[in-house]
């Protein structure tokens, strides 16, 4: 049985990782495009898996992906990004963004989400991964959180496996 080692949540987190929003960055209705705030929050994951599991990783699943308030442009973006807990190869990263005024500093959190990646070995298969040592309340809370995101999507994909095994010629 290979032994299980364990790291930090801050050995591999992102505290604040800082991104301008510049014209190019707009939408139609001039606020950030969603498309790339979700594309930068990927890849900021990404890293945090890396660092945590030593391994190179791929995006298995974003769990949620939630806008709470649009970012404008000039606004200042800041990605707090961390580890909430890893299973055996699995682990699920959670990412906060929020949006400053430069100039004034407020701050609004503007985007939550929870991403889970699988470490992979040089062949492609999934690999073991340190588990989750969480050094403060907080990040004890998020530790128990994702195991219980983790049972809903298990026990989701379950019920979707039986219901289209009950009705294989459905859509």
């Given amino acids: 049985m290979q032994t ?31 498309g790339m705030i979700m594309a930068k929050c ?15 990783c791929v995006t298995a699943a974003v769990d ?12 200042t973006l800041i990605f707090r990004v961390s580890i909430n807990r890893s299973w055996h190869s699995s682990m699920e ?9 430069s100039y004034t500093r407020e701050e609004r959190h503007i985007v939550s989400a929870y991403f889970t990646f699988v470490a992979l070995d040089d062949a492609g298969n999934p ?9 403060t309340d907080k990040q004890l809370r998020r530790y128990r959180e994702a195991d219980m995101r983790r049972e809903s999507r298990l026990k989701m994909r379950a019920d979707l496996k039986r219901s289209r095994a009950a009705d294989p010629s459905a859509p």
């Fill in 127 to 135: 690999v073991t991964v340190p588990e989750v040592e969480p050094e």
């Fill in 93 to 101: 990263i959670g990412v906060r963004v929020v949006a400053e005024n």
């Fill in 4 to 34: 299980l080692w364990t790291a930090t949540v801050s050995a591999s987190a992102i505290e604040g990782h800082v991104y301008k929003v510049f014209p190019n960055d707009l939408n139609a209705h001039q606020t950030a495009f969603g």
């Fill in 42 to 56: 990927d890849r900021l994951a990404l890293v945090v898996a890396e660092r945590h599991s030593g391994c190179v």
């Fill in 64 to 75: 949620s992906f939630a806008f709470r308030a649009p970012a404008k442009g000039n606004d």
